[in-house]
């Protein structure tokens, strides 16, 4: 009953993979919205404000849909992503990432920004005095501080990835060994005559995964906590 | 030398301020709200003024009028802030170690090994800022600011958080850091005992503006400054130097300008510099030397000035020798013993009112 089909194992190891891509990449930017967001004041801010956090409200396949009318082979950015630098993202697993990278974005914004605003800029100023540039600043002051936060934007963000169903059935399909991750595996055996056990135990398993990644969320965040209040770790 | 020209424009409060100081240790004194930190952050480039330079040891940090705003990072000055901001998420010795690292080799001065030594710091190296008491994280804030070899330490209240007895610990602390490493220091406070033990020139302020700037022995004890300085306790700051100890009764004999004064024991050697603040309430007068009496110092003085206050007081400014001295008495008293600028007096002083509190190494 537990041992898993090749098949299952498949997307077990595509979900992983999908949601390992989509927070890398979608780190980087998120931290830099998050700093706009927190240290900035700008005209249209609460607008972008508001489009980084439409995901969280938008029914997924609609997010999906516009992927699918954007980067789709036809769409403006697909069809130049392919012509100039040979890149298809639709029907494939990166666009999964991709899919799975924007559903998670507001959550791992929300996390980090919050941290951020907990900064004492205090210390900017401090470290400034001695001698380091804002980069410097940034790199050695800001973002060791905010490292609570982005640990739990991070796996937010990451369990938000691996339970990613509407916009990627939407936008690239749900092909066996592409983009068939755990959620279109087990949907896919409740479609099927007889498939009730293997929709179990995928879903175990998909319990199993999210449990792990809260409590080691939890365990990352109290350490570095620790850490950036001082006390000896 | 440090010259300092600003002016700022804030919602509800405008700075004009202006000093030059060639001292060891400057200090910036007034009330809170005076524009004293504005200031120091303009110094250190933290504030922008609308208008104005600044210079230290002849280099141009700022100069509206040439166009020049050095960015904090390159001005090297040091800065030590009132509630320390340590790096919570780094150890003492990361703290340390965060300027040094930034400073070019050939511009440092100052080494670990002397900071810590001179601070008292190497049992505190390998802990985290959250787990040091209020002195300990105050003396690595200092450390940090040094080590970053800055052309002017700036110290902002450093005190202010501390209770008493560390207050007195990290001053001690700060006189050895002057007397060993010659750096200027640009010393903010409302506290007038740390002017009389820090500072050389003081540079007073109120509401945004320079008042005077002088020695600190001469603008703390002008009564008409009183209304800035805030020392209702009024009194003069005398310079001198040991002279003798006594060591059968714990008395120390200081030599000034204008005579001698024998005051508790002074954990300091003969000749060296001293400065003692005489609190006007302190000091009697007396029209003849008096013979049978407890009181140890007995100086004989000029009436300079006498100004009425309101209530029972009066202020009588004399000269002690070359020194100024005031003295807080009964308007009764002036009027009983008719005095009038001119008038030959006897100061009294008793020797305990001079406590270890007023004493300060110059």
Redesign the interface.
Known sequence: MLALTPAEWEALELSLKVAFWSVLCSLPLAVAVAMLLARSNFSGKSLFDAVVHLPLVLPPVVVGYFLLLLLGRRGPLGALLEEYFGIIVAFRWTGAAIAAGIMGFPLMVRAIRLSVEAVDQGLEAAARTLGASRWRVFFTVTLPLTLPGILTGVLLSFARSLGEFGATITFVSNIPGETRTLPLAIYTQTQVPGGDAAALRLSVIAIVLSVMALMLSEWLVQRAQRRAKGQDA | MLKVRATKKLANFALDAEFSSDSGITALFGRSGSGKTTLVNAI???VRPDRGAIEVNGECLFDSARGIDV?????????V?Q?G?????LTVRGNLN??YE??HANERYVALDKVVELLGLAHLLE?????LSGGEKQRVAIG??LL?SPRVLLMDEPLASLDTLRKGEILQYIERLHDEIKVPIVYVTHAVEEIVRLAEIVVLMAAGRVITTGKASEVMGRPELRAHTGIFEGGTVIDAKVAAHDLEYDLTTLEFAGGQLRVPGVDALIGEPIRMRIRARDVALALTRPSDISVLNILHARVIEISAEQGPSASVRMDVGSVALVARITRHSVERLDLRPGREVYALIKAISLDRHSSGFA
Not at chain 2, 74 to 79: A, F, L, N, Q
Not at chain 2, 85 to 89: A, M, Q
């Open positions: 250190a480039g933290l960015p904090v990072e390159s001005r090297r000055v040091g800065y802030f509630e901001r340590l790096f919570p998420h965060y300027g930034l400073a802990r985290r800022p959250a787990n940090r600011a970053a």
